[in-house]
Structure formats: structure tokens, C-alpha cells
């Protein structure tokens, strides 16, 4: 079965400091990958997707991911951060057959200390 | 556009009862999801429809139903509530199957 697993569960760093979230799925065939955050009392959002093409994908806010076929990984990066990033970020995939379902990762909540 | 909406957003029902939820889709948006998210198991799929069909399920229990309207909404519906029911439900549309999901603000449900 699909699973997919995000390192950090909690992180706290300061403003200006860069972010790297880990995350790494099992699936061998053609997936596409998702990051989607939830800020404090707010719906999930989507961050970036990776469906094809250039494995470095630009997302909002100034995230960006990188997708490692070969590495099954999918990371998360931000080069500076700000306390109005503090949020759950949660990693996706979808694949195996025709379907949309998505598997998440288990979350990784981001502290930012101004 | 407006978004994905979704009725009521609270909801508390005791064991034993039912409960349907409802979820609208983004305009033109064919496909509907639902999703549980609960703090120990996180974000588990429950179903996908579209175009009225039932295209996948997640692992649940046959308590969880659901289904879809040809105006695209859909409810589910989780009969004889358990309190791990309890959990915040939330409804994703996308415009076609393999497209990018957007997600409501959920149904929060507190089964007593």
C-alpha cells in the first residue's frame, strides 16, 4: 500500500532562519505530489504540486520542493522563514490508478519565533 | 469563485445517532472528496466521486456512506456514531478526477 512519511513532526525555528521538511512516499510508479498547509484555525490550503516536468516546482509564500525520483522524496524548502509561517504542513500523493485519493503524511506542525 | 462550503461546520450527536454532512463544490468542479482528520490518525480518505458514481473508497466501515447529486454536491452520512467518530470531516472538490483537490473548511464533530 501508498504510504507516505514526513521526518519532523514538530519544528521550531526563528525568523530568517531556512526551512527544510522532509518527506518520502512509497510508491514506485507515476505519482503526483502535493504540499498543503493549515494555518491556525484556517482550512487546508495548497502549497505547490509536482504532476510532471521540472523537478524543482515554485510554490506560494516562497516555498519550494524538489521531487528525487530516485530518492522517492519530495522536500519541502523556504529560504527565510516568517512568523507568519507558523503552521501544519502536510505532504501528498496520489497515484495508482485513475483516482485522486490523496495519502498524507502525518504532519509536520512549524513553530516560527519572531 | 467561491470556495468549497460545507454544513453545518459543528456538529455534536451522542452514540448511537446518525449524522449527514453536506459539502457544495467550487463551481464547475465535478469531483468531490471526503477526508477524516483526527489528531491520532490524521488525514484518512473516505471517498471520491464523480459525475454521481463512487469511484473509490477509503478503509472505513460500512457505517460511512455517501453520496453525490448531479449538481455535483454531495453528503456523506455516518450512521450508529461511535466516539472515535469524533473528528473534523472535510470536503475537497477538484474539476476532474486527477486534478489539483481544494479544500473546504471541514464539519468539526463531536460525538458524546
Known amino acids: 500500500a501508498q504510504s507516505v512519511s514526513q521526518h519532523n513532526h514538530h519544528v521550531i525555528l526563528s525568523e530568517a532562519a531556512s526551512l527544510e521538511l522532509g518527506c518520502n512516499y512509497s510508491y514506485g510508479g507515476t505519482v503526483n505530489l502535493f504540499w498543503y498547509v493549515q494555518y491556525p484555525g484556517q482550512h487546508l490550503q495548497l502549497l505547490l504540486k509536482?504532476?510532471?516536468?521540472?523537478?524543482l516546482v515554485k510554490g506560494i509564500k516562497g516555498f519550494e520542493a524538489e521531487f528525487i525520483k530516485s530518492k522517492f522524496s519530495f522536500n519541502l524548502r523556504k529560504p527565510s522563514v516568517q512568523w507568519s509561517d507558523t503552521a501544519e504542513y502536510f505532504c501528498?500523493?496520489?497515484?495508482?490508478?485513475?483516482?485522486?485519493?490523496?495519502?498524507f503524511g502525518q504532519g509536520t506542525t512549524l513553530q516560527v519565533k519572531p | 469563485k467561491a470556495g468549497v462550503t460545507q454544513t453545518p461546520r459543528y456538529l455534536i450527536k451522542t452514540r448511537g445517532q446518525q449524522v449527514t454532512l453536506s459539502c457544495s463544490p467550487i463551481?464547475?468542479?465535478?469531483?468531490v472528496s471526503w477526508y477524516q482528520q483526527t489528531p491520532g490518525q490524521g488525514l484518512q480518505f473516505l471517498f471520491e466521486y464523480f459525475s454521481e458514481t463512487q469511484r473509490n473508497k477509503g478503509n472505513f466501515p460500512g457505517r460511512f456512506s455517501g453520496r453525490q447529486f448531479s449538481n455535483s454536491r454531495s453528503e456523506m452520512n455516518v450512521s450508529t456514531l461511535e466516539l472515535g467518530d469524533s473528528a473534523l470531516y472535510l470536503c475537497a472538490s477538484s474539476v476532474t478526477v486527477l486534478s489539483e483537490q481544494f479544500f473546504g473548511p471541514g464539519t468539526r464533530l463531536t460525538v458524546l
Open positions: 463551481s464547475g468542479h465535478r469531483s
Open positions: 509536482y504532476f510532471s516536468g521540472d523537478p
Open positions: 501528498a500523493v496520489t497515484g495508482s490508478g485513475n483516482t485522486g485519493k490523496l495519502i
